[in-house]
């Protein structure tokens, strides 16, 4: 069966990788600005910046939760579905911190008050910092052990880069902060975005037959891949967004965007340098042998 | 499928191993029915279940130095110099408990000709230990039912940060609980049964860890300093129970919150010292070999009045309340259950035929299951680990479309032999993006990130179960379905 033709004879490898290079660009600047303005190239939530964040279930409007929270640090409010509230707090010191969880809880019942101190944040900020550079470079050895070939090795790495950056960078411009839950979908975008790459790239290189045949073939399989996944991210996103579970929710948020991004650097960016290895590359008079 | 190739099927060591290995995770996680509906084996962390975390931060660094001056000059300087506990670790490391940052440490051991080579904030593994177990103590002594506290040691084996988990409980009293000291207090023997006031815990100045006396005797006891009035007073009551002619009889007896937590009459050194004069300086024996060095330490807690030796702050709290934990539960299992119906809904669609789709959302599930009996054993589930086992619910089914369009390859079920080659080949890419994902996660694994751990650890463990159990059982099943 086929929804849609994935047919790439006609484009040059050059064509195929257009678009998502200037996407690219676009997206490293707007992380750049980022990276200039905050020191991060995604604004950092509370968790990396230490502060306070406060979910309350309440009828009051904006203006009385500013005027019951004069006094406090406030940053912004935020409104859910009925009535739930979402606060955030900068950083306090520890006599203030325990003042404003003492009127907190004397007034709203079933609150919700996490609270970080700038220096723990700062903390978290390193070993996320750390713990992305890590992934990343163990996942490119990971790739480079299993193909052993230079070309396509680095093109999923390339196309695996890609999805970081330009889902680091529609966080930006969506105002999706970079906190423990969207550190972690980046994490395992990284896992999630080689998945149809090494797809393609096995199936590229260590089938016999013609390249456009095996090309879509592997499209037909992680077309249907990457679709079930965002099917299955989908329906997190809209029941945790609809419950009011902000971890569960943020990770869905990113994995969707990352997940669509991935679509678009698998099948034109990776395809693109895959085709230009076996058809003009040194690859083309040894497909059969080369790869693991 | 006939009855023949049914049972070949179930012999298959792959699905064999798939199918006990089902059946025991669900006898593990033990689902039955309880006072308050369904009730499972399986443990809820403080955001499903209601509770507070407070996460301290030590006032104290490890610090290695050059110097060339002796120890036993330097140490004591050092100590004056910023009115703090200085520790000797080994010739050149040393704990300031103390908050002072580096560059002003830097600047008053330059004063002392050493040289600051570096500076880790936070404290040994050992005062660490410390801490926690005078929290334990104290938060099981206020009766706190369910807390846990946890020591986070970074990979230079330096610790930094405390964590203490209490379920059930509000950030306030929570807060009350980790602040609160005890109340402590020595009494003295009069006659029978009846005791009199010696002093409160507020008197007591400084206590030493545990030591053998004399040395290497192992004979434990804890030394203590009280002040001069209190000495007084000690020397007084003594004298006029008649404690210090008679020791016996007469015990010294420590309550911690009504609980006598000590008993021991004076020793005949000190009765005959009290007799002329009053001292500061108090050692209280517990006996000898481990049961005594166990003592000692318990009673260290105890004289310390539920005092942490190094200094603390907030680093981060956090709170959920139970009905909230409540909402959660419900609205992850939720989440779960639409996440697995989406899945279905579209692997229906793209091959239209119960024959696979049942199996594949069967195994899907079932590797939800396995890692749940997974979980009982070592973790908690949280909101970041549901997380997790959704996200392995996605790469579960990748893996599974995978080998069922390796197998498929060309429309055509494909002979015995050539279906075990392409089993291997859709194998072999599963292996590769399973390393991947492996990788990807183990940092957040090892490194303490707070919650995302438990989202690590669950994602690594789906990773595993799904290559060596369920797909491979996944890749023969559907082999038998197609072959019928």
Known sequence: MSYFNYDISPYSPVKLCFIPFVLLVISLVSIGMMWMQTGLPISPGIEFQGGISLTIVTDENPDQLTEFFSGYPLISINEGIQGSKYLKFGPMDDALAIEFNQKVEKKYSGAKIDQIGSSFGETLQEQATIALIISFIGMAIVVFAIFRTFVPSAAIVISAFADMAMTAAAMNVLGIQLSLGTTAALLMLIGYSVDSDILLTSRVLKRKGKFDEKIQGAFRTGFIMTTTTLGAILAMWIVSGIGGIQIIHEIATVLFIGLVFDVMNTWLTNAGIIKWYVTEGKGRLSTSQRGA | ?484
Do not use: C
């Open chain 2, 1 to 484: 499928m006939d009855k023949e190739t049914f049972v070949d099927m179930i012999k298959d060591y792959r699905v064999a191993f798939y199918l006990v290995l089902l059946i025991a995770s669900i006898i593990v996680i033990f689902p039955h029915p309880g006072p308050s509906g369904l009730e499972t084996n399986l443990q809820f962390g403080l955001d499903l279940d209601g509770g507070s975390w407070i996460q301290l931060e030590f006032q104290s660094a490890v610090v290695t130095f050059k110097s060339d001056r002796t120890l036993d000059k330097l140490i004591p300087e050092l100590k004056s110099r910023l009115d703090a506990e200085v520790n000797l670790i080994d010739q050149n490391t040393i704990e300031v408990r103390s908050g002072i940052s580096e560059e002003e440490l830097r600047a008053v051991l330059k004063e002392l000709d050493t040289e600051l080579v570096s500076f880790n904030p936070g404290v040994t593994k050992e005062t660490a230990d410390d801490v926690k177990r005078i929290l334990e103590n104290k938060i099981n002594s206020l009766g706190t039912k369910d807390a846990k506290v946890y020591v986070i040691t970074g990979l230079n084996g330096i610790s930094r940060y405390i964590r203490i988990e209490m379920a059930g409980v509000s950030m306030g009293e929570a807060q009350e609980i980790v602040g609160k000291q005890g109340v402590f207090e020595i009494r003295i023997h009069t006659t029978g049964n009846e005791t009199e006031h010696v002093l409160f815990g507020d008197a007591i100045q400084s206590v030493a860890n545990p030591s053998q006396t004399p040395p290497n005797s192992n004979n434990w006891g804890v030394s203590f300093v009280i002040s001069h009035s209190a000495a007084e007073d000690l020397r007084q009551a003594a004298i006029d129970v008649g404690a210090t002619r008679k020791p016996e009889g007469h015990n010294l007896d420590m309550i911690l919150d009504g609980e006598i937590v000590y008993s021991a009459p004076l020793s005949p050194d000190l009765a005959a010292e009290l007799q002329s004069r009053a001292t500061t300086n108090l050692l209280a024996s517990t006996g000898v070999g481990e049961e005594g060095r166990e003592q000692a330490r318990l009673l260290e807690i105890h004289l310390r009045n539920g005092a942490l030796p190094v200094g603390v702050s907030i680093a981060g709290s956090g709170s959920v309340s139970p009905e909230l934990g409540d909402q959660f539960k419900f609205w992850s299992v939720l989440a779960g259950i639409f996440a697995l119906i989406a899945v279905a809904l579209s692997i229906f669609i793209r091959y239209r035929e119960p024959g696979i789709v049942f199996p594949m959302v069967l195994i899907n599930s079932s590797e939800i299951i396995i890692l749940l009996a997974f979980a009982t054993f070592f973790m908690q589930l949280d909101l970041a680990t549901i997380a997790g086992l959704i996200a392995v619910l996605g790469t579960g089914i990748d893996q599974l479309v995978i080998i069922t369009d390796e197998i498929l390859h060309e429309g055509k079920v494909p002979s015995p032999n050539l279906y075990l080659k392409r089993l291997k080949r859709a194998l072999g890419i599963i292996v590769a993006s399973a390393g991947t994902v492996l990788i990807a996660m183990f940092p957040l694994a090892v490194m303490d990130l707070s919650t995302l751990r438990g989202f690590a650890i669950i994602t690594i463990l789906g990773v595993l179960v799904g290559v060596l159990v369920t797909r491979p059982a996944y890749g023969r099943i559907i082999m038998s379905i197609l072959s019928k």
